[in-house]
């Protein structure tokens, strides 16, 4: 019964939650491993163009509430959505037309473009709290918990109860089937085998035939959708504050290189194994070890290796590692 305990305590606290936190790395990374592969230059606005997705979504899903408009279990989030992704593309595409075109034109170096991408950056920020300001914002409505720690326990007789929120059910199932959209379009469609000569080698895309600019133009159209469902299902699934997800910059960077820079099926590993290394070290033990091991062995601390305010540090370490033994990632991206 204690091995029952403990094995529902870790998936209460480790495996769900950092599976969750995994697949909203992993859409992130996708994200910025498709501006390295094809247009060539490190996205430091990443995180903040999933805050703006975000913000727009959440302000749409306010408005549907108000009109009583609203998916019944599911959150009204999903509504607005479609209408984030939307207005991300068009800032996202404004931008590059604006900004990034010019650089490219003139054949930048990709770190001047890392450098502009920070003043992008820093503009985004200011936009999303000037618009939605700085505190913490919590849109989540429906039905919370698909399965509740209460009924889990007197359903088994159990001391541990397992909870299952509906938007770690929802980022997961979101995160699978918009992966699968997305390889099938790199991989079947015409536009997508374009993107990908367009990144495998330039010139000899550009001697095919292919249109760069209606290639950078879908590229960018598609980081804005994998970066407004990445932070409205984080949003979800714990609140927004437009400042976290400038934080997020970093594990999310950290997932792209870990899994290889340029590699999108890298950055779905390497955002699993920088959500587990998180939330394991960041973990108490004590719970699962008080069951597992006798009582004159059970431990007295919280056997905690870091505490959670550190969990960003995880992400630093591993991107350090990473960057200093196999600078390709795991799966052999482009070498940073």
């Known amino acids: 019964m204690d091995f029952l305990n403990a094995i529902v305590a870790l998936a209460n606290y480790v495996v769900i939650p950092a599976t969750a936190y995994g697949a909203q790395l992993a859409l992130g990374a996708l994200g910025v491993t498709l501006v390295y592969g094809i247009l060539r230059f490190s996205n430091f606005a990443h995180g903040d163009t999933m805050a703006f997705g975000t913000m727009v979504t959440i302000l749409f899903t306010w408005l549907f509430q108000h009109w009583g408009i609203t998916l019944g279990p599911l959150p009204t989030a999903l509504l ?9 593309a068009l800032l996202v595409l404004g931008t590059d037309r604006a900004v990034y075109r010019f650089y490219r034109k003139q054949k930048a170096a990709p770190v001047i473009l890392v450098i502009v991408s920070m003043g992008v950056m820093f503009i985004m920020n200011g936009i999303v709290r000037f618009i939605i300001g700085t505190g913490e914002q919590n849109f989540a409505d429906g039905t919370r918990f698909i399965i509740k720690a209460g009924n889990f326990k007197r359903a088994l007789g159990l001391h541990e109860g397992l909870a299952l929120k509906s938007t770690q059910v929802i980022t997961i199932v979101t995160a699978v089937i918009v992966v699968a959209a997305l390889f099938w379009f790199l991989n079947r469609t015409r536009t997508g085998k374009s993107m990908r000569a ?7 895309a550009l001697l095919s035939g292919i249109n760069p600019e209606r ?3 879908i590229t960018w159209i598609i980081v804005a959708a994998l970066a407004t469902i990445a932070g409205v299902l984080y949003g979800l699934d714990k609140s927004f504050k437009p400042f976290t997800y400038f934080q997020l910059l970093l594990p999310i960077f950290a997932s792209a290189v870990v899994g290889g820079l340029g590699n999108p099926l890298g950055a779905i590993g390497g955002g699993f194994v920088v959500a587990f290394s998180e939330v394991a070290v960041t973990y108490a033990w004590k719970k699962v070890l008080t069951y597992l091991l006798p009582a004159s062995m059970a431990p007295d601390s919280l056997v905690q290796l ?10 630093f370490g591993i991107l350090v590692i990473v960057l ?12 940073v």
């Open 215 to 217: 290639v950078v133009a």
């Open 198 to 204: 367009f990144s495998d080698n330039e010139d000899l």
């Open 306 to 315: 870091m505490g959670t305010d550190y969990k960003y540090a995880v992400s």
């Open 324 to 335: 200093l033994f196999k600078p390709t990632g795991l799966f052999k991206g482009k070498s």
């Open 80 to 88: 607005g959505l479609p209408f984030g992704i939307a207005a991300t």
